[in-house]
C-alpha cells in the first residue's frame, strides 16, 4: 500500500499547520461552560440583527452619513424593543408556582 501511496518517500509526513498552537487553544475553550454560555447569548443576539435585516428591513440604510445611519438603526433598535415589550405585557405577569393560587 505505501508503494503506491508514496513510493520516493522513506515515511510520509503529515505537514502540521503554524497555527496549530492557536487551534489547540481554541479546542480547550471550546469545550467550556463560559463558551456555551458566549455562543447563546451571541446567538440571541445575532437573532435580533438578522430580524432587524429580514422582518424590518434595515437590510440598506436610507439615511446618509455616520450619523444617520446610527439614528436609523437606533430608531429600529427601539422599535424592536417596543415590540417585544408588548409582547411581554400582554402575557402577563408569570406565575408563582404550578397550581398556586395568584
Known sequence: ????????????KIA??????????ARKIRNTEQYER?????KK???LFAHL??????DRLRLRGLSG???EFTLAAAVQNLRRLAKRIAQGPPLQ???APA
Request: hydrophobic share 30%; net charge positive.
Open 69 to 71: 445611519a446610527s439614528d
Open 16 to 25: 502540521r499547520s503554524i497555527h496549530e498552537s492557536a487551534l489547540d487553544v
Open 45 to 47: 443576539v445575532e437573532m
Open 38 to 42: 458566549s455562543r447563546n447569548e451571541r
Open 1 to 12: 500500500m505505501k508503494q503506491r501511496c508514496c513510493p520516493n518517500t522513506p515515511a510520509r
Open 97 to 99: 408556582g404550578i397550581g
Open 53 to 58: 435585516k429580514r422582518i424590518l428591513r434595515i
